[in-house]
């Protein structure tokens, strides 16, 4: 067992590797290609036997990290820690789990292949994939891989699910971006109130870098810029993309809201329905009192998908967006209960 194992109290064991990703290298914002890689093997995990295991792939959620994702925090058990103790509980099989580097200088990158950040959707699906199937004792197929995460990484489960069909069998979204009709205006008009402070959105990104300290209305400005930079995407240059309003009024482009809709899951099932039928299991939760509403996009997508015949399994709890990571002892038996096992 290595250090970082036993300082989380796993059976398993925890390994931080390097990735360096041909998708990321040289974006405009110059986020670094080389990432950190998260992946967790189980209690017997023999590198040299025969056994091979299906992966979990969890993506963090916007403004986190590997490190975020993996850090003890007092009073809390993360998503390695989860995984570990359903294992030796036997509540779930014998699985990896690979937690993958998403975050940009502006908080996120959606896990989207956008012109401005990189080729985050290639990088997880061709890069991370390719280095892990390499390295460890995969079950390297659709069969043996699923996708997972909460709020960002919620919504990032869904689309690389819908976008890249045969890549996983089943996926699980805990509080996922979701019907963004409902989840994103709301956030508007206080990122226009902001931005029209700032001569350009680099001067208030520049502004934001430097306080040690942020009021909340600079926290909402930015994530709109995040997903602005995923959804909205201009050209291969440094802050260029398009915000869906206009940065003088605040009144809302439609041009460019409907190139946000196109990425929003719940607007996606009937052309992504062949992706969808594929899977094994579709996995939604979202709290009732969530803070974005992210609990009526999780309801809107379910009834579509169950609409157009496709079974989902959806749950609903008594919480808000925060902390609630416990939900990932639902999650992660579900999904390696449908996955191959060697």
């Given amino acids: 067992m290595n250090e970082l194992s036993s300082l989380l109290g796993l059976r398993g064991t925890l390994r931080i590797d390097t990735i360096d990703s041909p998708a990321l290298r040289d974006n405009p914002l110059g986020d670094p290609s080389t990432r950190p890689l998260a992946v967790y093997t189980p209690p017997g995990y023999d590198a040299e036997g025969s056994q091979r295991y299906p992966v979990l792939y969890c993506l963090h959620g916007y403004t986190g990290d590997v490190a975020a994702l993996v850090g ?18 036997e509540t779930m099989p014998a699985a990896m789990l690979v937690v993958v580097d998403g975050f940009t200088r502006l908080g996120g990158s959606q896990y989207v292949d956008s012109v401005h950040n990189g080729a985050y959707a290639t990088y997880t699906v061709r890069d991370v994939i390719g280095q892990v199937d390499a390295a460890y004792r995969t079950i390297a197929a659709e069969g043996g891989r699923a996708v997972l995460g909460k709020s960002s990484g919620g919504f990032g489960a869904l689309h690389l699910a819908l976008t890249y069909p045969g890549t996983f069998a089943a996926f699980a979204s805990h509080s996922g971006d979701a019907y963004f009709r409902y989840a994103h205006p709301r956030s508007f008009p206080s990122a226009q109130r902001t931005l029209e402070q700032f001569p350009s959105m680099q001067a208030f990104v520049e502004e934001f870098e430097r306080r040690p300290k942020r009021p909340q209305h600079f926290y909402e400005t930015i994530e709109m810029l995040g997903y602005a930079a995923a959804y909205s995407p201009l050209e291969a240059r440094a802050f260029a993309f398009a915000l869906p309003f206009d940065r003088a009024t605040g009144a809302l482009d439609q041009s460019v809201w409907e190139r946000w809709l196109a990425y929003d899951p719940c607007e996606r099932v009937k052309e992504g329905y062949a992706a969808l039928a594929r899977l094994r299991l579709r996995y939604l939760d979202c709290g009732r009192r969530d803070e974005y509403g992210l609990d009526i996009g999780a309801r809107v997508f379910t009834q579509r998908c169950r609409e157009a015949g496709l079974e989902v399994r959806h749950e609903e709890f008594d919480d808000d967006h925060r902390n609630v990571g416990y939900r990932y002892a639902v999650s992660l038996p579900a999904l390696a209960d449908v996955l191959d096992r060697a």
């Fill in 72 to 89: 003890a925090r007092a009073w809390e058990t993360n998503v390695v820690q989860w995984i570990d103790r359903l294992i030796a509980n």
